[in-house]
């Protein structure tokens, strides 16, 4: 087997009735979500037919600085939509989160492609943007979930965190019951997925790779090192974010600044 079998575009087209079970549920109910429901699967639609278009240049193409110029747009719009989820301020995080994201997937797909893949040029492609891709895609919820915990955490509890500091702790010190809220907001959903990945990882990322005609065992290697992949760009990301946006949320004097939150809550 070569490859899946192509979808011709007037089947892919009857595919679309599927969404009638959906839409049919949310008008039995009244629940006001069709609309919405219609939007974002046209918008989808055209998303990935345009990324379709453009990849299959870039696959073509294979420059090592559109490859890398697409993953740091990519990058980009992952910082973007962090901030603005978490209602911080964007001109005062923008930096410190896109700082955090390329970081950690740089370090990360260095490990991945070079060393655990072995590939001579980790800029291929066929394997850097999927994969950048992949972790991206991924880390962003957690991400999301442990900057929004952690400052809205301080923000409900300043007693607390003050009581800390005017009893001699550092602000390290002090922040430390927050992180440990953070990381287990985040974390908590991810570890349970992930032990559980074996049960439900066929109808996963496996089945693109079976369906390509990989041999199942090599689509289970990848599974397993995309999945530890994901879990260790995932836990770099939101420990450099929390990290990095400390240096800006603080004061001279270890205070919260209020002007992070968008309005000033």
């Not at 087997?1 to 008008?27: H, T």
């Not at 980790?122 to 900057?147: C, D, E, Q, W």
């Not at 559980?196 to 090192?225: C, E, F, N, R």
């Amino acid at each position: 087997m070569k490859g899946a079998v192509d979808i011709a575009w007037w089947m892919l087209a009857s595919g679309y009735l599927l969404m009638f079970i959906p839409l049919a549920i949310f008008r039995y109910y009244r629940s006001g979500l069709e609309k919405a429901t219609v939007w974002a699967v046209i918008r989808m639609t055209v998303q990935l037919l345009l990324v379709g278009l453009y990849l299959e240049y870039i696959f073509k193409w294979d420059s090592p600085l559109i490859n890398f110029t697409w993953v740091f747009v990519m990058t980009i719009v992952a910082s973007y939509t962090v901030i603005k989820r978490t209602g911080l301020r964007l001109r005062m995080f923008f930096v410190p989160v896109l700082l955090s994201t390329l970081a950690s997937i740089v370090l990360i797909d260095y490990y991945f492609l070079g060393f655990v893949i072995g590939l001579k040029n980790i800029f291929t492609a066929r394997y850097f943007i999927p994969i950048t891709g992949m972790l991206l895609g991924n880390s962003l919820k957690n991400v999301i979930i442990a900057l929004d915990s952690f400052f809205r955490r301080i923000d409900d509890e300043q007693i607390t965190y003050r009581w800390e500091l005017a009893n001699g702790a550092t602000r390290s010190e002090a922040l430390l019951p927050f992180m440990r809220f953070a990381l287990k907001k985040a974390f908590n959903p991810l570890i349970a997925t992930t032990a559980i990945m074996g049960l439900i990882s066929l109808p996963g990322m496996m089945t693109g790779q079976i369906l390509g005609g990989s041999d199942p065992m090599v689509a289970v290697k990848y599974q397993i090192m995309i999945l530890v992949v994901i879990f260790s760009s995932t836990s770099l990301n939101v420990w450099l974010t929390i990290i990095f946006s400390e240096r800006v949320a603080f004061d001279g004097f270890d205070n919260l600044r209020r002007e992070i939150f968008s309005g000033h809550r």
